[in-house]
């Protein structure tokens, strides 16, 4: 089991940016693809991003291309989510989550995350 804390919410203008980050505590971190999720009140929660164990591929939900990006550093145990041009509609509870997936295979469902952290929040005023 991995435990992830995140860090790096808080509250921030349209238009600005913010840098997520997840700690992770096992070393077994390293050859587990990570994702990023979000949840805003009321809703279900949703993908955000994606990354493999390596760091080579990524995936991003439509609504994030272009203004967020995810990377990793295996030797600090740590995935980061970079998030440029803000936008009122990107406030959410923000999770990190490592996957069941190892080598290069990365996915956007929930279902496919077995490992979570608490969150953090996100707030983008208008």
């Known amino acids: 089991q991995v435990q992830l804390v995140e860090s790096g919410g808080g509250l921030v203008q349209a238009g600005g940016s913010l840098r997520l980050s997840c700690a992770a505590s096992?070393?077994?971190?390293?050859?587990?693809?990570m994702g990023w999720f979000r949840q805003a009140p009321g809703k279900e929660r949703e993908f955000v991003a994606a990354?493999?164990?390596?760091?080579?591929?990524?995936n991003y939900a439509d609504s994030v291309k272009g203004r967020f990006a995810i990377s990793r550093d295996n030797a600090e145990n740590t995935v980061y989510l970079q998030m440029n041009s803000l936008k009122p509609e990107d406030t959410a509870v923000y999770y990190c989550?490592?996957?069941?997936?190892?080598?290069?295979?990365?996915?956007?469902?929930?279902?496919?995350?077995?490992?979570w952290g608490q969150g953090t929040q996100v707030t983008v005023s208008s």
């Open positions: 989550a490592a996957s069941y997936f190892t080598g290069g295979s990365i996915t956007f469902k929930t279902i496919g995350y077995a490992d």
């Open positions: 096992a070393r077994t971190f390293s050859n587990r693809a």
């Open positions: 990354i493999t164990w390596d760091g080579v591929s990524t």
